[in-house]
């Protein structure tokens, strides 16, 4: 089998680096943009994938649900490219194996997939919810596999409930760099926190599928995605200077998802965030580091963004590097302006905050709060555009005047009409290119 | 390059040899008979490629320009570079409230020793919104030089090789911008030229780069170039004074530039005549934005009782003007003699205590 070519990243900064005399925070966005796999005669990079289907007793009420799982389990059986390694899980209070029987992958042909369809069809459900346990299968199934992009798909339509949360962020944390994980829960009792969490830490996606009909279309999306990655372990490694303090770094597009808790140390005056896998996709990063503030005239480089991709043996190659500048000048004109992207960012991560927020208060009975973040939502979404995000506020606000965010709480709120705008809550949508002056 | 002047040639008083390659040549020889180097013709040299250690922590390792330590922009030659040939000499400065110095100087003098001296002198101010200005400013400045010098020896008049030259200047920053992504913000610079020969000087400019007549003598000091900006436009028209036009907010936005995109229309020149002896300044705005009038900016060079220490000592005095007053931008000045020649007649320009102009380099 050929190695195949890394795909071409492209790094672009957009930040204002003026800042008046007796500041240090400089804030940039790091745009990557990646041309995905460079296909070959193996059709691209190596893979391995893992599903996890949820066979609590719940998924029999309805029973459309376990049928439904069943199906799209199928679907994304077919869609896995031939030769990569796979495996299906069934989860409860334990992990159990569906296909093969033991412990480890199996390549993907007619065969294989034949007989993990027809292991699939006989799934029933019966038990309870330990997904530390289902984790913990799937990364000793990929055990052997490091070389390979490892993606998994968790679906769930419960809480964890038979283990406690500290169980399931010990297993988070165990397979955190080991495997990404697009996490789906279907219908309206499981714990949009508890997915996020895994999600967040496995860089993958989460949603609700609130009807079981669209699950075998997500599904094969998935796997799909998967199968398009080009390369795994991608970092961004962030050097800044002596002295200097990295405040964030959030990945602010296509969703938000905050990385300052995952530096590694990689050099005295560098750290590695973690990425995951990347196919032909554009992602969009918040870089804020404080920097010792200069005089008017200085210029000091505040951060070095790189991309690297680590190999098997643990060697870091560079695949695109952008600069993060501080200039201080008197010219107030220059200092005071914004840059777009900047500013288009920290109201999306605000937006996504304020309806989490705002969803947590009217949980717990706090209805002035409530209102007042849903509005200041519904204001941001407004004014940036986010229109799905917007389309999902109205079913759980009545929104008098989105320009000052003026909104009456709904009084009845269908369940998965809530849910789904907290899932979707860290979606952004990006802002036009083009002010790098900014 | 060296300045042959500055080294004693080996063996017998009338043996010379060539800058180029070291091959003796004979004193009536116009090019290197080995290499083709041109005789007549001393230049400047460019700014110095040593690395310096970093200001702020001392580091000596440097990536992307920048201290591997402590982030600060590495510390550049081009900081302030000083050069001197005797009857030509320049001083250019960052100042102190910009990061780095995107002027760029160039200068040549042409058969020194014969009937027909020439002296040429290009200043470029990069364009601060355009990024790399100062590779604009260089570029621009080394090839008009080249041009007007290759012109000048093979006889062409100044007025016509001066806008030729600063047509291939502006064709040389055009394809550079090739290497750019966005060519609206790729490198771009404002240019000032003058060919100072026996009874004329001729002036090329696009922007806001100068050149003055500074008199000797009491004669009648003048600026020689008017500004491509609004400004520019009013006082050329009479409309306004100099420290009235420069008062509105965008009085400084250029309206002509050498890069990408650049109005079509060809470079102004401009050739004036001297009734005596005097001095030929051509600087950037980080100059003559503190200083603008010409009768000042002759006394300030010493062309007045203060003393005459010679032009590279002007040069540094002028700078210290503009740095005095704030260094609000980065300060070019060169000055030239005028005749072109380091003969008593220059001497006698300046004032009866002053010295010759010196041979000696004062290069860093």
Known sequence: ?438 | MTDPRTQAPPGPPDARTCSGCGAHVLPGDGYCEECGTDLLVRRNAPPGSATLPCPDCGGTAFTDGYCDNCGRLAPSPRDRWERDLGVVAGVSDRGLRHSRNEDSMAFAVIGEDTEYPAIVIVVCDGVSSSIDPQRASQLAANTTLDHLVRALRQGEPAPASTSAAIQSAQQAVTTLAEEYRDRSDAPSCTIATAVVERGRVTVGWVGDSRVYWLAADGGVSRRLTDDDTWAGQLIAGGAVNEAEAYKAPHAHAILRWIGPDAPPEPPHVRDFAPEGPGLVLACSDGLWNYVWDAADLAGLAGLTANGWSGLAAACVSLTAVALQGGGQDNITTVLAYYPPTASPETTEIVSSNGTAPSDEGIEP
């Open chain 1, 1 to 438: 089998m050929s190695t195949p070519t890394l795909p071409q990243f492209t790094v672009s900064v957009y930040q204002n680096e003026f800042l008046p005399e007796g500041a240090g925070e400089v804030n940039a966005i790091v745009t990557v943009t990646s041309s995905g796999a460079v296909a070959g005669p193996t059709g691209g990079a190596r893979a391995a994938q893992v599903i996890m289907v949820d066979c609590s007793g719940s998924m029999d009420y309805p029973s459309a649900k376990m049928s439904a799982a069943r199906q799209a389990t199928k679907a994304a059986i077919d869609a896995i490219r031939e030769g990569v390694p796979f495996a299906v899980v069934a989860g409860t209070h334990v992990a159990r194996m569906v296909f093969p029987t033991t412990e480890y992958l199996v390549p993907a042909d007619v065969s294989t997939r034949a007989a993990a369809k027809a292991a699939v069809d006989r799934l029933t459900a019966g038990g309870g919810t330990a997904i530390s346990q289902w984790l913990s299968l799937a990364d000793r199934l990929f055990t052997g596999h490091e070389d390979a992009i490892r993606h998994a798909i968790l679906l769930t339509d419960g809480k964890d409930e038979h283990e406690s949360p500290d169980d399931l962020a010990l297993a988070i944390a165990r397979c955190e760099g080991r495997f990404t994980c697009d996490c789906r829960g279907i219908g309206t009792d499981w714990v949009v926190a508890e997915l996020r969490r895994i999600a967040g830490g496995l860089l993958g996606s989460v949603d609700i599928v609130a009807d079981p009909i669209n699950l075998a279309d997500d599904f094969r999306a998935m796997v799909e995605g998967a199968m398009g990655k080009a390369v795994a372990d991608v970092r961004l490694r962030l050097w800044s200077p002596q002295g200097s303090t990295i405040k964030f770094v959030k990945q602010v597009a296509p969703t938000v998802l905050d990385l300052s808790g995952r530096r590694l140390q990689t050099g005295p005056l560098a750290g590695d965030y973690p990425t995951g896998a990347w196919g032909a996709e554009s992602r969009d990063y918040h870089v804020c580091v404080a920097v010792r503030p200069g005089s008017v005239g200085d210029e000091m480089l505040a951060a070095r963004a790189s991309l690297v991709s680590i190999d098997g043996s643990g060697q870091a190659q560079v695949l695109g590097q952008g600069l993060v500048r501080a200039v201080w000048t008197d010219d107030a004109a220059l200092s005071t302006k914004m840059n777009r992207q900047v500013a288009h960012y920290t109201g999306q991560a605000e937006l996504a905050d304020v309806i989490q927020a705002g969803l947590e208060a009217r949980k717990v009975g706090d209805y002035d709060t409530a209102t007042a973040k849903l509005g200041r939502a519904v204001q941001l979404a407004a004014a940036s555009g986010n229109d799905d995000t917007t389309r999902l506020l109205s079913k759980v606000v009545d929104v008098e005047d989105p320009a000052t965010g003026t909104v009456r709480l709904k009084a009845r709120v269908n369940d998965a009409d809530e849910m789904a705008l907290d899932t979707r809550s860290s979606k952004t949508v990006r802002v036009g290119k083009g002010n790098s002056q900014g």
